[in-house]
C-alpha cells in the first residue's frame, strides 16, 4: 500500500507517518499543504492533515479550502479512490443545548465567530459531493477533540487549553483532550482499516472544568455574569493578557464532547486517559495528577523524613558538643 501524507513535518504527521511505516506501508510526504499533481501517481490512499492545521493555513494567509480543487484533480486523474481527512469536533459548535455526547450524526454548527470550524464543515461537504460521484469511494473523515503532547504545535489547541477551567464565569465546561499518539492510531486504523464514513476522536470519557482547574494549579476563581467574563476576555486578547481570542470562547463556556464508541467498534482504543494528555500537553505540573490520599500520604511521609533528619541532626549535634567538652 502506497500513502501520500500531507503535513507529514508536523508532530502529528511525523507520528502517522512512523505508525505507517511501521506495518510496511510506503508513505511518500507531500511538498505543500496540497501536493502537486505527479505526486498522486502510484498512490493508492491520500491522508490529507493540512486542512486540519490551522497554525500552517494562517502562516501562509490560506484557508483550509484554498487548493481543493487541486486536491480532487490528483484524486480524479490518477483514480484514486481512497482518502482520509483530518477535521476537527469543532465543527459541531459549541453550545448550552448541545447534547452530551455529540455522535457522528449530530449536526454541524460551528459558530459564526470562528472561521476556521466554518472551513473544516465546508471542506467535509466538499470531500463528501466527490466521494457520492462513484460509489467506490471511500472517505474516512476524523473528527477529533483538542490533540496534545509534549511537542504540541497548534496555538487554537494552546489557546483552549489555557482557556478551559480558567475563565470567569458561572460554570466551567468539562473538557476531553486527546494524546498525539491516540490521534495518529485513529489515523493508522482509518488507512489499514478501509474506513468510510465520519468517527469522532476523543479518550473515553471527559474531564470536569474543575478538574482542569485542579490540573492547572490554579485556585478557586472569582465567579462573574458571562457579559463581564466576555469583557475580561476582549480585553485580555487585545492586550495580550489573555490566552483567548474572542471566535474560541464558546468552546470553553459550553460543551462539544463527543463519543468514540463507532472508532471503538472499528478497532481503535484510546491508550492515554484525558488527565494525563493535559499534563503532558500544557504546563501543569505531575503532582496535580495525584489523588487526594496519594497527596495524603506523600504529605505524610514528608514529615516523618523531616522529624528524622531533625532527630539525626539534633542527636550530632549533642555528641559535637560533648566532643568539645
Not at 477535521?87 to 455529540?102: C, D, H, R
Not at 477529533?144 to 487549553?161: N, T
Request: charged letters at 20%.
Amino acid at each position: 500500500m502506497k500513502v501520500l501524507l500531507t503535513a507529514a513535518q508536523t508532530g502529528l504527521g511525523r507520528r502517522v507517518a512512523a505508525s505507517l511505516a511501521g506495518d510496511g506501508v510506503t508513505v511518500r510526504s507531500a511538498s505543500g499543504a496540497i501536493p502537486a499533481l505527479e505526486e498522486f501517481r502510484d498512490i493508492d490512499v491520500v491522508v490529507h492533515l493540512s486542512a486540519g492545521d490551522h497554525d500552517a493555513l494562517a502562516a501562509r494567509g490560506t484557508n483550509a479550502i484554498d487548493g481543493f480543487p487541486g486536491l480532487i484533480a490528483g484524486l480524479n486523474k490518477f483514480g484514486i479512490e481512497r482518502m482520509v481527512l483530518l477535521s476537527s469536533a469543532m465543527v459541531y459548535g459549541a453550545w448550552p443545548n448541545n447534547p452530551v455526547p455529540l455522535t457522528e450524526d449530530s449536526p454541524l454548527r460551528p459558530d459564526a465567530s470562528f472561521a476556521f470550524a466554518h472551513q473544516l464543515a465546508q471542506v467535509e461537504g466538499l470531500l463528501d459531493g466527490w466521494r457520492c460521484e462513484d460509489p467506490a469511494r471511500q472517505v474516512a473523515v476524523l473528527r477529533p477533540v483538542l490533540a496534545l503532547a509534549s511537542d504540541s504545535e497548534s496555538s487554537v489547541v494552546r489557546a483552549l487549553a489555557a482557556g478551559m477551567g480558567h475563565r470567569f464565569a458561572e460554570d466551567d465546561a468539562p473538557a476531553q483532550f486527546l494524546h498525539l499518539d491516540d490521534l495518529a492510531q485513529a489515523v493508522r486504523v482509518a488507512v489499514l482499516g478501509h474506513l468510510d464514513g465520519v468517527y469522532n476522536v476523543a479518550p473515553d470519557g471527559w474531564v470536569t472544568g474543575e478538574r482542569v482547574r485542579a490540573l492547572s494549579g490554579q485556585g478557586p476563581r472569582l465567579k462573574v455574569p458571562d457579559r463581564i467574563s466576555d469583557l475580561i476576555a476582549n480585553l485580555g486578547w487585545r492586550f495580550q493578557r489573555g490566552p483567548l481570542p474572542p471566535g474560541l470562547v464558546p468552546y470553553v463556556r459550553h460543551p462539544w464532547l463527543v463519543s468514540n464508541d463507532r472508532l471503538r467498534e472499528a478497532g481503535w482504543q484510546p491508550s492515554i486517559t484525558n488527565e494525563q494528555s493535559y499534563v503532558e500537553g500544557t504546563e501543569a505540573k505531575w503532582w496535580t495528577m495525584l489523588t487526594p490520599k496519594r497527596k495524603q500520604e506523600l504529605a505524610l511521609g514528608g514529615m516523618v523524613a523531616v522529624v528524622v533528619a531533625a532527630v539525626i541532626l539534633t542527636v550530632a549535634a549533642v555528641r559535637r558538643r560533648r566532643r568539645t567538652h
